[in-house]
Nanobody, 122 residues
Framework: QEQLVESGGGLVQAGGSLRLSCAAS????????MGWFRQAPGKEREFVAV????????YYADSVKGRFTISRDNAKNTVYLQMNSLKPEDTAVYYC???????????????WGQGTQVTVSS
């Protein structure tokens, strides 16, 4: 059973940092692109960042560019999202997901984690 499990969420003050992790199990995702999405209350799930299977290519939503960094360690079957200079508008449930390519839409992803809550206070 393929499984993605996020961790590292929590409550942080504006301007602070958090590092999210997504551990994969049940299969190797080293050949998959891995993405991070987020969903705030009352809003649709939105793309945050994606990294290619090799880690050589990354893309970010304009809203997080320059503040967030996505990375991966295929030996550990884990992908990370380093979030710096956090803002209250970053508050959301953050999800990791796996896809066959560098995609930006929810429907293009095959596997999803259960999500981890990130709350940024002002």
């Amino acid at each position: 059973q393929e499984q993605l499990v996020e961790s590292g969420g929590g409550l942080v003050q504006a301007g602070g940092s958090l590092r999210l992790s997504c551990a994969a199990s049940g299969r190797t995702f080293s050949s998959y692109a891995m993405g991070w999405f987020r969903q705030a209350p009352g809003k649709e799930r939105e793309f945050v960042a994606v990294i290619s299977w090799s880690g050589g290519s990354t893309y970010y939503a304009d809203s997080v560019k320059g503040r967030f960094t996505i990375s991966r360690d295929n030996a550990k079957n884990t992908v990370y999202l380093q979030m710096n200079s956090l803002k209250p508008e970053d508050t959301a449930v953050y999800y990791c997901a796996a896809a066959r390519g560098l995609y930006f839409e929810v429907y293009e992803y095959d596997y999803w984690g259960q999500g981890t809550q990130v709350t940024v206070s002002s």
